[in-house]
Nanobody, 120 residues
Framework: HVQLVESGGGSVQAGGSLILSCAAS????????MAWFRQSPGKEREGVVG????????YFADSVKGRFTISRENAKKTLSLQLNSLKTEDTAMYYC??????????????WGQGTQVTVS
């Protein structure tokens, strides 16, 4: 069983920055994909940033391209998300996830409990 624990959320003014972290525990394996999702009240949860294992390639939703960066340290089983130039529309609960990519889709195996980001 894998546990994912996010940290680093908070309140920030528009234009500011935050760093979110995700720490994994349990047996996560040596080959896995990780992502950050977010969900605002009344909206569906959306994948905003993903990093694939084998190719180390990344995916960024159009809404965050050029503003968010993702990094991972496999040895420490950590995943980070740097959020820059934050906008009020970035306000959401952010979730860390371990997923399997298949046929162009993401199949999430594990979710974190989420960390709130509020931009005013």
């Amino acid at each position: 069983h894998v546990q994912l624990v996010e940290s680093g959320g908070g309140s920030v003014q528009a234009g500011g920055s935050l760093i979110l972290s995700c720490a994994a525990s349990g047996y996560i394996g040596s080959s896995y994909c990780m992502a950050w999702f977010r969900q605002s009240p009344g909206k569906e949860r959306e994948g905003v940033v993903g990093i694939y294992t084998e190719t180390r390639s990344t995916y960024f939703a159009d809404s965050v391209k050029g503003r968010f960066t993702i990094s991972r340290e496999n040895a420490k089983k950590t995943l980070s998300l740097q959020l820059n130039s934050l906008k009020t529309e970035d306000t959401a609960m952010y979730y860390c996830a371990k997923f399997t990519a298949w046929g162009g889709s993401w199949y999430v195996e594990y979710w974190g409990q989420g960390t709130q980001v509020t931009v005013s």
